[in-house]
């Protein structure tokens, strides 16, 4: 008899814990929708439709990183591959993008007018770029960079802007380009004073004061009998990543019949593919060559 | 006389695709300011004043990410440090964090009321938390995955969300926890119901289909003898993070007189760290053992 | 003495009283610069560049309106001149507005694409349009309708949507003639079977369920023996308002030598002025026939 | 014969006819569908809750719309008053307005923090107030300017800033109450010396360059014998429009039985209606008197 009336006090304060635990958990569950109001302050940040979406993305402090990891100046050609490899892996994995562009530390990705990826959300566009090229950047850096370990991870920040029409796109990209020139021809002249002509970066600076494009580079042909123009594609132009249909030839396992088991077969396939290019973007050529980039159907 | 003339010719040479490229040169740099019309096109994103300003990541795909590198279900303790991790690195890295919340595969941050940081614009936030996360989650993986290779760099997407009022980000923090509570309870009866009682996902979904969260307790106290409050708070309550002061002791060396060179000493400093709770943040216990955290003068 | 005393007290008290206010004064100006923080609150809302400016303005509660004055139905031309009347003095007071379309109480103003007032910003736009119209429609009531008193002053709401490119800008006139179309054959409809049939408006609505615009087109003819295509193009295509240049002959005071004083001329002057149509805006015709809207340089 | 031939043909024609205005306004129906896709270039332009939403109108070249009425300076009483007077039928005629503050040509309206009027849009909030304003100060001129006319229907523009807290919002009108009492002041010297020691404009503005506030206190005094203080409050505070409950007494005609029929009866009923005052609100004390204003449950 008492092992029948503890069990049953026994079930009894279980039932009671039960019913305790359910107010709890439901006391949680109701609590969750009483706080969901506050998905009511997000707020809806589409992009106009029918606009190309430019997203670029800077290095944070990557004067600083490139000081920690020795960089070569003014170009350091593993760093460069590094961001180009980072970028085509976020046009990989990301979808819409048509054309990317970068140089030094800065990348533009630029998806295409009449992308509905993700709604069009801005904020969508520029962390999924930010977060993938981030995360690739420490990814892949032993393969540019082997003897050498990355000290910290580093940070982009990023941003997104609205080109409603083809021309203002091309105005876009061009405006980098340029950008990328007169920084990269101050550079060299700059790092060639420094390292060749043992001035101090002030008198570098100094002397480089008030130059005008053609001043600079006559003090690199005169000085240091450097041509500029002979000076490598990627450092003066940059790099322009673009899909580009390519024949792959590679062996491929085949399911056959029995008696064939096993046997492989070399299959040509097309395939789109992410190209880097170091060619001008600011002339008509490029575009004429790549009409599809900027076609209707975007 | 040749020589002269050789000479002469040269110089003139030079002297004209000196003067070519000036004007090439030239035209880039004038280009560039013909191209910088483009830069009004950029929209200025500042959050509004004294609002909390807070950053939400969430993984992109991390349903594939954790089959493929084999998380344990229905939580993976190294996936949650790492990510801890990673949150720690943003607030350090970062400014004017003042708590973080994280769960699953998401975290949290907030900035503080009046924080200027980059002017208070949305894009830098939640950019540079997005990338800070991204790349700190490839550089510490192998901290907490010794033994399994990272297959390939994730993605994190972001948002941006402001709060007018201590209550609202309060209700906004709640509102997190009390996700991770009621999927933290789903998940741990859906898993036991396949890895204990041999069910297939769809049964064990059938069977949870209309269940309310008490039930879902019971069905894991009677069937599988487990008391849900005694699972770890991680896994229940999510990670909190905020600055706490610490009295650090290091040995430090210390400059001192030839004589005493090379000695060391042991000095105590107090100093502010991040520090991960799994504690409740929904009843008023928590902010009130933590006041400076929405205190008047953030 | 007590004059002197009186004298020097007065003067004492007077000096004390503009030592007194001098403070509340500078008081109260420091005061404003310390609550000038607030303006940091507002937000730029520029409008992307290269893309029209629509600004769509609606009465608001203009069926309780039109009740109120008795507005003929299904349409009232006196009233939907008043409209097209305050949309031009909108166009004429405003700045950059090269194309306006109406139809019943609401009308959509484009400004050129390129437009840089008010630097762009929406709410500038908005609002000048909105005020402008509202304050017009009281101004000009009377000259449409003399006999019935305006009996309260009306509101319109307005909101502003951009369109980058010229394609998308003819679609949104389309879409507002398409539905001006609809909504007046349904109407032309309803009202002929309430006023001619008899029907209540419940009933006519009931006939009205389910038919496609033909079905209406056959009833309006064979019930009512009204071929919809000879209907006003007033109701049927709403009005569509463009700048025209208009040979304007006036008598004109000339300024002339003493002798010919007061004399007056008549001279021809070319001016653009508001012209109003009642045309079809979905074909190629019109815009054919008036390039210069969308032309390249606006 | 013939009839019936004609008749067929009739119908025939009609049939036909019939047909093609089927497929016409058909096609306008699709074509409808068609367009409506440019609905998605309008953007949700929410407010974020639990702000405060200020709408602040300002006249439009409200200098040459005084000069042309010939409105008294520094200050016109007609006209303040009938900028009340439409800042009241705005509060009566939309909802959620709970204090409006006006002075000059502006005046600034706060609805609740968390009124969902039309479901927070900020568009709807800036042009209904925009344009009902705007249609009254048409409407009810000639109750404030009976002998003269008005000459054209002015504009108004008018923005939205959101405000976090009551401190913020507090601060928002005490800024704009600052403002009054500066230009103010600086009015009434300006006028004082233009119109009683006849100084040219050019010559009072050389007077007053640099001055502080304490010094054109002096100016009144001395030279004019004017009491700034004394001025009337209307001129140096602006209005303060707040809801207030009021004991409303008025003869109400009452349906009563046959034999008493046509009898009249003195009501009292509690009505809420927007008062105007012309008080401090910088200081404490208006915010103690009136605390409903800042109430939680807003």
Redesign the interface.
């Known amino acids: 008899m008492w092992a029948f009336r503890t069990a049953r006090i026994g079930s009894l304060l279980a039932a009671t814990s039960?019913i305790l635990?359910?107010?709890l958990?439901?006391g949680?569950?109701m609590?969750?929708s009483k706080?969901?109001?506050?998905?009511?302050?997000?707020?809806?940040d589409?992009c106009?439709?029918?606009?190309w979406v430019v997203v670029r993305?800077d290095g944070?402090n990557f004067h600083r990183f490139a000081e920690e990891h020795n960089f070569a100046k003014p170009n350091d050609s593993r760093a460069l591959h590094l961001m180009t490899k980072c970028a085509q892996?976020v046009m990989e994995?990301?979808e819409d993008i048509v054309i990317a562009y970068g140089q030094s530390d800065e990348y533009s990705f630029v998806f295409r007018k009449k992308s509905n990826w993700?709604k069009r959300r801005?904020?969508?566009f520029?962390?999924?770029v930010?977060?993938?090229?981030?995360?690739?950047?420490?990814?892949?850096w032993r393969d540019y960079f082997e003897d050498q370990p990355?000290r910290?991870?580093?940070?982009?920040?990023?941003?997104?802007?609205?080109?409603?029409?083809n021309q203002?796109l091309k105005?876009?990209l061009?405006?980098r380009q340029?950008?990328c020139?007169?920084n990269n021809?101050y550079n060299t002249v700059f790092w060639a004073l420094i390292q060749q002509s043992g001035l101090t970066p002030v008198q570098a600076q100094q002397r480089l004061k008030g130059t005008?494009?053609?001043d600079?580079?006559?003090i690199l042909?005169s000085e240091f009998h450097i041509n500029?123009?002979n000076e490598p594609h990627m450092y003066r132009k940059g790099t322009v990543l673009v899909w580009q249909k390519v024949e792959e030839v590679r062996t491929q396992e085949v399911r056959l019949p029995a008696e064939m088991e096993g046997e492989k077969k070399a299959v040509a396939r097309t395939r789109t593919r992410v190209v880097a290019l170091n060619c001008d973007l600011?002339g008509d050529a490029f575009w004429k060559e790549h009409p599809e980039i900027l076609a209707e159907e975007n």
Request: proline letters at 5%; hydrophobic letters at 40%.
């Open positions: 039960v635990r359910r107010c958990r439901l949680v569950a609590a969750k706080f969901e109001y506050v998905r009511n302050f997000e707020v809806q589409t106009l439709p029918h606009c993305l944070r892996t994995e990301l993700f801005a904020s969508k520029m962390t999924l930010a977060s993938q090229f981030a995360s690739s950047y420490v990814f892949y990355l910290y991870p580093p940070g982009f920040d990023g941003r997104v802007v609205l080109y409603p029409s203002t105005d876009y061009s405006w340029a950008d020139h007169i021809l005008l494009t053609a600079k580079n006559e042909f500029y123009n600011i």
